[in-house]
């Protein structure tokens, strides 16, 4: 329960400009070395009632006004951008095994509750809205959408079969997180006002192509960045010591996951 409890936390006591990002690494990766372990950002404990989801606590009462296309509004925003990005790192830096309870990967708005003494026997809140989903009218389509392209990428590059993790770079005020696994490069920029041109961090030499990326149309992002767009590592030396570099757009509140391809790297 350590990582869903640091995400209730951090949401409920912390404002987006002081996330700790240092900490948030460390949550992530609290585990012994090769021990499984399943990660999931929330559970069926946030479901329930007298609880609240990730997306309830992010969005709370505009997901009822505010979750159709045509409206626009700051705080679905931010709601849609951290729900993808929590899910994504949490799944990303899993020991063995990841874990999501019904309906809340699209963020579902409501809680359960089963017909007892207390809500005088009702069925109303023992059920799961699948259709919201479904709707094309709604934007629950774009989490869910997104939900299911992160899995695949997972199971795709055999994600979370790879033991070790190499985190390539983090820096407190740019709350920007950066790390390696399984021939993959994720980067994470949780800014709440920043986004970063030309942000460069030592990387593996090679050429990389974009995977994933949270702010993608399809996913309800705002397409800041150019899909299919592929990036050569750059190669510079100071004080004698050799580098290879990455250089990304990293916009404000979003993930992108790059591929480093090589003879060996999935179709």
Not at 51 to 80: Q, V
Not at 160 to 168: D, G, K, R, T, V
């Amino acid at each position: 329960m350590g990582i869903p409890d640091f995400w209730i936390k951090l949401l409920k006591e912390y404002a987006d400009e002081n996330w700790n990002i240092k900490e948030m690494w460390h949550v992530l990766n609290d585990r012994l070395p090769h021990v499984k372990t399943v990660a999931y950002a929330e559970s069926h404990d946030q479901a329930l009632v007298g609880d609240k989801t990730l997306a309830f606590r992010l969005m709370d009462k505009e997901m009822y006004f505010s979750m159709n296309l045509e409206s626009t509004s700051l705080i679905i925003d931010r709601g849609m951008a951290l729900h993808k990005m929590i899910r994504l790192i949490t799944l990303a830096t899993a020991g063995g095994g990841y874990l999501n309870f019904m309906g809340n990967e699209f963020g579902h708005p409501e809680w359960i509750d089963f017909p007892r003494e207390g809500n005088n026997w009702s069925f109303k809140y023992a059920r799961r809205q699948w259709h919201l989903m479904d709707d094309p009218d709604l934007k629950y389509q774009y989490l869910a959408r997104f939900d299911r392209d992160m899995v695949s990428m997972a199971q795709k590059f055999k994600l979370l079969e790879a033991p070790i993790i190499h985190l390539l770079h983090e820096h407190a005020d740019d709350k920007v997180l950066i790390f390696e696994r399984a021939n993959l490069i994720l980067a994470f920029n949780f800014h709440p006002q920043k986004s970063f041109t030309d942000y460069r961090f030592e990387a593996p030499s090679g050429k990389y192509k974009r995977v994933l990326d949270s702010d993608a149309p399809e996913y309800g992002g705002h397409a800041r960045l150019v899909a299919g767009q592929e990036h050569l590592t750059l190669f510079d030396i100071v004080a004698n010591r050799h580098f290879h570099l990455l250089s990304l757009y990293l916009p404000t509140r979003s993930a992108l996951v790059l591929q480093r391809l090589n003879q060996n790297s999935p179709k």
